[in-house]
């Protein structure tokens, strides 16, 4: 199992910036991607970004050049730096893992919201 921690949500104005925060724990070791997905309100769960093991960086459209992912191997942890945010941007962010064995195994967090006022 892996757990998976966000912190660093919040309320912001339009053109602000928030940091995201996933500390996981657990059984991490065969982690491919990590990433981060968020689910505005009365819509669905959408990818906002994605690393792998390998260091590839997968990004939408709507969030290129304003949002970046990092991480940190030796903390576990897996960053979203969110800057020029947009009202619609506001939604609860997850954290995201996933194995791929004989089957593909995925996790998430608890979620964190962003608001962004304009």
């Known amino acids: 199992q892996v757990q998976l921690v966000e912190s660093g949500g919040g309320l912001v104005q339009a053109g602000g910036s928030l940091r995201l925060s996933c500390v996981a724990s657990g059984s991490i070791f065969s982690i491919n991607v990590m990433g981060w997905y968020r689910q505005p309100p009365g819509n669905q769960r959408e990818l906002v970004a994605s690393i792998s093991n390998g260091g590839i960086i997968d990004y939408p459209d709507s969030v290129k050049g304003r949002f970046t992912i990092s991480r940190d191997s030796a903390k576990n942890t897996v960053y979203l730096q969110m800057n020029s945010l947009k009202p619609e941007d506001t939604a609860v962010y997850y954290c995201?893992?996933?194995?791929?064995?004989?089957?593909?195994?995925?996790?998430w967090g608890q979620g964190t919201q962003v608001t962004v006022s304009s």
């Open positions: 995201h893992a996933y194995k791929l064995g004989y089957v593909r195994y995925d996790y």
